[in-house]
């Protein structure tokens, strides 16, 4: 006999928001294309590990859904497939929606940098028959997570004849790798003392390159010549060189499925690479929306969006002036800011997954939970809301019927308690030109480290979400 539910708790599941771990929901079908996708996404996370080889990356799987360069276009129509390279570190893909332009656009956009160390300008050098590469690092890190860990070197070499070299070392299972080396414990009694901002100084994440002295008495610096003439054997390069490279340190371990029941995956760089795998899958299946569907994946987020690379450059107005013009509506007045105004973007970064290991700078009311789907996050920013996007209610009412029409599992929830937490995405950049916009992401736990670990339940919800909104946003 099936059990009556008393009025308290008819009332409860009425009123009251219960959320749910999504695998007890999953079907085993289901379960095999949460798999099937994250396999994809974990071939994405190994193939690119910094910006330039995502962007690469990137381009090839868009090329075999369809896309075309949007030079090789004369005019657009409806449900042509276009993409934009900048520099070789942003992509701008978009399918023609059958409404016009300036009915606004539905954007989803995610960047493709994350945490790292890069090589100074003048990075070789060698003491007491060791060679090191000197580094600075990039976007937030915890320096002491660095040390004593495999790092691959991946990156080009501008030549002043115009050549460009790539470099990838570090990857393959018969390729070498390097290492920061530590302090032992047994002296390190001094340095474990220090506060752990300070227990690994960033003028310290000096890379081991090499300890063979070049067989000559009369060279002085012989350790580094020998790892010069091992540069130079295999790129052709010189020391000068370095001047103008761009070389990132990266861990050299490899993305996998994490866990005795493969929930999830461990990998580098997943901040934000998730959102970009999700969103570029979501727009490669988009054919014929109604708005023309966008898809950002911008570069240098982890350092404030700056430069000619960032969402603050103009390449994305670039990209809508041509594609204004290929449309025909470069007649229509001020056509860039009614676009700008009625368009509505989810910035798709990831938020930080509730640890109950670190439970004391989280508010469980209003975290992100894995298993539970994609965050979204009302706003971010720091003390007090400070450089955050504040979405608007009724946005996040429409995000809320679309996902629950499509049967997308989301959450809602902030970065940390408050005076805890907070941080930055690119939302506001594109708020500030008037869109409408929310932060909308893969939580993660372990963020900003060398090994990062997502849910490929919250993964595959994440490219749910974005494929809803590319398609059926209105």
């Known amino acids: 006999m099936a059990e009556v539910k008393t009025e308290g708790q008819k009332l409860s599941e009425k009123l009251l928001n219960h959320k749910k771990n999504g695998w007890e929901e999953v079907s085993e079908p289901e379960r095999r294309k949460i798999m099937k996708f994250s396999d994809g996404y974990i071939e994405y996370l190994n193939n690119g590990k910094i910006e330039r080889e995502i962007i690469k990356e990137s381009e090839e799987i868009a090329k075999a859904h369809g896309f075309k360069p949007l030079a090789s276009y004369k005019k657009l129509k409806a449900g042509d497939k276009v993409y934009y390279i900048n520099r070789g570190k942003n992509i701008i893909l978009a399918v023609i929606g059958k409404e016009k332009l300036e009915s606004g656009l539905n954007v989803v956009g995610a960047h493709t940098d994350s945490p790292r160390l890069d090589l100074k300008p003048n990075p070789l050098y060698e003491d007491t028959n060791f060679a ?30 115009g050549k460009t070299v790539d470099v990838r070392i570090g990857e393959e ?56 003439k091992v540069l130079n054997d295999k790129y052709g390069i010189i020391e000068e060189d370095f001047l103008s490279a761009e070389l990132e340190v990266v861990p050299a371990f490899k993305a996998k499925s994490l866990g005795f029941d493969k929930s999830m ?50 390449a994305f107005e670039t990209f809508l002036g041509e594609i204004i013009h290929l449309c025909g509506e470069g007649t229509t007045p001020n056509i860039l800011n009614r676009i700008y105004k009625n368009s509505a973007m ?9 640890d109950p290991l670190y439970s004391s700078v989280a508010d469980k009311k209003n975290a992100s939970f894995f298993g539970r789907g994609v965050g979204m996050n009302k706003y971010t920013g720091g003390r007090g809301k400070s450089g955050a996007n504040d979405a608007n209610a009724e946005y996040i009412a429409k995000i809320r019927k679309l996902f629950d029409d499509n049967k997308v599992h989301f959450q809602l929830a902030e970065l940390g308690k408050v005076d805890e937490g907070g941080g930055g995405t690119i939302a506001y950049i594109l708020a500030n030109k008037g869109m409408d916009v929310i932060d909308c992401g893969t939580p993660v736990l372990s963020m900003h480290s060398p090994y990062e670990t997502t849910s490929k339940f919250d993964i595959y919800h994440s490219y749910l979400a974005y494929k809803a909104f590319m398609n059926k946003y209105m």
């Not at 989810?346 to 509730?354: E, H, P, R, T």
């Open 132 to 161: 090191y590469f000197k580094t600075q690092y990039y976007g937030g890190i915890k320096k002491y997570q660095w040390v004593t860990i495999p790092l691959s070197i991946h990156g080009v070499v501008a030549l002043k004849n």
């Open 173 to 228: 299972d018969d390729d070498t790798t390097f290492v920061i080396t530590d302090l032992l414990p047994h002296m390190g009694r001094r340095q474990m003392a220090k506060s752990a901002s300070e227990v690994i100084e960033g003028e310290n994440l000096t890379l081991l390159v090499g300890s063979i002295p070049f067989t000559d008495e009369k060279v002085k610096e012989k350790v580094k010549l020998n790892v010069m």
């Open 265 to 314: 995956v461990g990998g580098y760089g997943q901040d934000d690479k998730v959102c970009s795998y999700c969103s570029l899958m979501a727009i490669c299946e988009t054919e014929m929306p109604a708005k023309t569907a966008v898809c950002l994946l911008v570069d240098k987020e982890e350092i404030g969006s700056v430069g000619n690379t960032g969402m603050e450059s103009m």
């Open 346 to 354: 989810l910035s798709a970064d990831v938020d930080g997954a509730y």
